[in-house]
């Protein structure tokens, strides 16, 4: 055997493109269950048809980096936990959001062309609450939180952006949702008082 052979390390063979399953060939067999695993964790809440595409997208993307360390289908399931879970919660902010635009929408559908004063009253408050809360938050949370859901950056696409590692940025937005919601709920409850 020749010498450069025998240096190879074994993790390195798994990562070869010989070792890699074609994608092709990954999608016939795993879109069924993707299909599957996305209806029951997102819910009525998702839909189906786009998560997949963007699913089947990233392991494109990434098929090169699987090494073989799990079975495709574990790995292909982490994948779609993740994606489910960010449309879940980019679906949330927006929903939150959009709420008095829909609101108003339907206002304005139903009673006229234009919304009218009750509608266009709640939805100024509801931007005006939000951006309230948004001033309210410390920069550092403010700026991952809009980053991360507004501008729909990646955690490591925000630590490159702020020079921050992505372990900090995935802390620092798990506190700035925290307290976002915690002043969302006070500020509710105040309303109803």
Request: aromatic share 6%; hydrophobic share 40%; charged share 25%.
């Amino acid at each position: 055997m020749p010498p450069s052979a025998q240096s190879v390390p074994v993790h390195a063979a798994a990562r070869s493109p010989a070792a890699t399953p074609p994608f092709d060939a990954v999608y016939r067999e795993h879109v069924q269950a993707v299909a599957r695993w996305t209806a029951r964790l997102g819910g009525h809440d998702i839909d189906i048809e786009d998560t997949v595409q963007e699913i089947f997208l990233t392991v494109s993307r990434r098929l090169a980096e699987f090494r073989g360390e799990a079975q495709v289908a574990s790995w292909i399931y982490a994948i779609t936990r993740k994606t489910v879970a960010n449309q879940l919660r980019r679906q949330r902010w927006r929903r939150w959001l959009a709420g008095p635009r829909i609101l108003r929408a339907a206002s304005a559908s139903a009673a006229s062309a234009s919304p009218g004063p009750e509608a266009e009253l709640v939805h100024r408050q509801a931007c005006e609450r939000f951006g309230r809360i948004l001033r309210e938050l410390p920069e550092k949370y403010r700026s991952v939180l809009v980053l991360f859901e507004l501008e729909d950056l990646s955690t490591k696409q925000i630590a490159e952006l702020c020079a921050l590692k992505p372990s900090t940025v995935k802390v620092q937005l798990h506190r700035a949702r925290a307290m976002f919601m915690a002043r969302q709920r006070d500020l509710e409850e105040r309303g109803r008082r």
